[in-house]
């Protein structure tokens, strides 16, 4: 049976907007504050800002929460752990900046939430932990939920779901950003988690009073977790259109269904159910060839009418010192073209001063 959707005048607004706001290709990179100086300083940022515009790039996604703080001064983070802001950027707001010379050149700039769900890395005795012990995930044995050094809040868990919520509201309503975006850590969590006292309580009131399985993947107990997560997605994209319907909500998860084992991201969901301007889906591959295997896989994923809002993820760089070959990254710009997706993301920035030549005419 067909279904048939009724869409509010303000929901139906920010659709076409956002729309029309991405109607031209995304070409952009992400910029962020970890193997890179160009948050550290107003002259570094115009600097880069330039040498985007002149790359041929239109977007441009800027780290504004990394490490269990923001780059940007937040009234949220002070209320929550009596710190205005990241302490490298301390009398700056890098945000404000990037955006004033982005704008002042043509480009959208996005708050880029990087952290997401995650508070720390490498850091088993952080001020979030201290504060707010009752948050964390939690895995079977009951330990602390972490994932490649990463350590996770439970993401089903309202607080810290208002937390981030919160601070997105702060970015949309304090500043004229062209979009906000969460990667493979917002909205996710790492699937091995949901073992602590609250969602294991929830569960049980949605299940009959059972426990759900100890095997964390069991696809039913997976797929419950992931639902959770969606229905966080669908509410913050609802309320950033609420204050600007022409904030664009964009989504960079890892590539599925990888993204959903591992971290709870039924990204093709919130495609299809209308609450992803667009998806940047993380297609980091070291050859041509392993490239276009997972391109063949989005191209099945992605349907022919949702087409223009997905734009491949592409590894350019890594701060260990990876750089991409000025082949290669042609080679897979020729791949996308080819499987019908217009434009790309670069991560990260630094492949562009680290190359001698453009990827886009001008």
Same mark, same amino acid.
């Given at each position: 049976? =067909? ?15 956002? $729309? ?6 995304? /070409? ?35 780290v504004v929460w990394n490490g269990g703080y923001t780059l940007y ?16 950027? !301390? ?10 010379? #982005? ?31 009752? &948050? ?12 490649? #050094? ?7 868990? @309202?607080?810290?779901?208002?937390? !981030? ?13 062209? #979009?906000? *975006?969460?990667?493979? /850590?917002?909205?996710?969590?790492? #699937?091995e988690g949901g073992y602590e006292d609250f969602s294991l309580a ?7 009073? =059972? ?6 993947? +069991?696809?039913? &107990?997976? *797929? ?10 669908? %509410? ?27 971290? !709870?991201?039924?990204?093709? /969901? ?6 992803? %301007?667009l998806i940047i889906p993380q297609l980091y591959r070291y050859s ?8 063949? $896989?989005?191209?099945? *994923?992605?349907?022919?009418?949702? /087409?223009?809002?997905?734009? @491949? ?6 701060? %260990? ?13 020729? !791949? ?7 434009? +790309? ?18």
């Open positions: 049976m =067909a279904s048939v959707f009724f869409y509010s005048p303000l929901l139906l607004k920010s659709i076409l907007i956002a $729309q029309s706001s991405s109607a031209e290709p995304v /070409r952009g990179t992400w910029i962020t504050n970890v193997g890179s100086e160009v948050l550290h300083s107003r002259a570094n940022i115009k600097k880069a800002v330039q040498q985007c515009h002149d790359n041929g790039l239109n977007h441009i996604f800027v001064p937040s009234s949220v983070q002070e209320t929550y752990i009596g710190i205005r802001q990241h302490p490298d950027f !301390l009398g700056r707001d890098p945000l404000r900046e990037i955006m004033e010379e #982005g704008h002042a050149l043509g480009l959208k700039v996005h708050a880029w939430f990087e952290f997401g769900f995650s508070y720390a890395y490498k850091d088993s005795n952080n001020l979030w932990l201290q504060r707010y012990p009752s &948050w964390v995930g939690r895995n079977k044995e009951g330990k602390l939920l972490q994932k490649n #050094g990463f350590f996770w809040w439970n993401a089903l868990h @309202p607080s810290p779901q208002k937390l !981030l919520k919160s601070l997105v509201l702060e970015v949309v309503t304090n500043y004229q950003v062209d #979009g906000i *975006q969460g990667d493979d /850590r917002l909205p996710a969590m790492p #699937g929830m569960y049980a009131s949605e299940h009959a009073g =059972a426990k759900p399985p100890l095997q964390p993947k +069991e696809k039913a &107990w997976l *797929q419950w977790k992931a639902d959770k997560l969606s229905l966080f997605g669908k %509410d913050l994209y609802q309320s950033v259109k609420a204050i600007n319907p022409s904030c664009m909500v964009s989504w960079a998860p890892s590539i599925y269904p990888w993204s959903k084992e591992e971290y !709870l991201q039924d990204w093709p /969901r919130w495609l299809q159910e209308g609450y992803a %301007d041509a060839e392993a490239y276009g295997k997972v391109l063949r $896989q989005l191209e099945q *994923q992605v349907p022919d009418s949702l /087409r223009q809002k997905v734009y @491949p993820g592409i590894l350019t760089s890594l701060g %260990d010192g990876y750089q991409a070959s000025e082949k290669l990254i042609n080679e897979i710009i020729q !791949l996308n073209r080819a499987s019908g997706f217009h434009g +790309e993301v670069f991560f990260y920035f630094e492949s562009l001063n680290r190359l001698s030549t453009s990827f886009y005419k001008k």
